[in-house]
């Protein structure tokens, strides 16, 4: 079992940053690839980012790339997301996900999740 639990989503200004933090308890934290994904009023969660165990392999979507970075510190059991240049149109409900790597961008797939946390970028 993993639980999740995730933390730094505030108001912020169009070009502002958060880290958001997924804080995980469980002993097989490791074991999992970890994803983040985000829903916006009215829409469809959407995947945002995920990374390997070891973080040797990560992924994002298109329209965070060169914006976001995901790592994650097994040590600690926690997963980030750093946000910079944030956008009125990245504001959604992060929630992070503990799953498989094969299937990071499939929200379906995902074993475990987090409450979310909410991210308001303000322009």
């Known amino acids: 079992q993993v639980q999740l639990i995730e933390s730094g989503g505030r108001l912020v200004q169009a070009g502002g940053s958060l880290r958001l933090s997924c804080a995980a308890s469980g002993r097989t934290f490791s074991r999992f690839a970890m994803g983040w994904f985000r829903q916006a009023a009215g829409k469809e969660r959407e995947f945002v980012s995920a990374?390997?165990?070891?973080?040797?392999?990560?992924d994002y979507t298109d329209s965070v790339k060169g914006r976001f970075t995901i790592s994650r510190d097994n040590a600690k059991n926690t997963v980030y997301l750093q946000m910079n240049n944030l956008k009125p149109e990245d504001t959604a409900v992060y929630s992070c996900?503990?799953?498989?790597?094969?299937?990071?961008?499939?929200?379906?797939?995902?074993?475990?999740w987090g409450q979310g946390t909410q991210v308001t970028v303000s322009s």
């Open positions: 990374i390997t165990w070891s973080g040797g392999n990560i």
């Open positions: 996900a503990a799953g498989s790597w094969l299937a990071r961008a499939d929200y379906s797939q995902y074993n475990y």
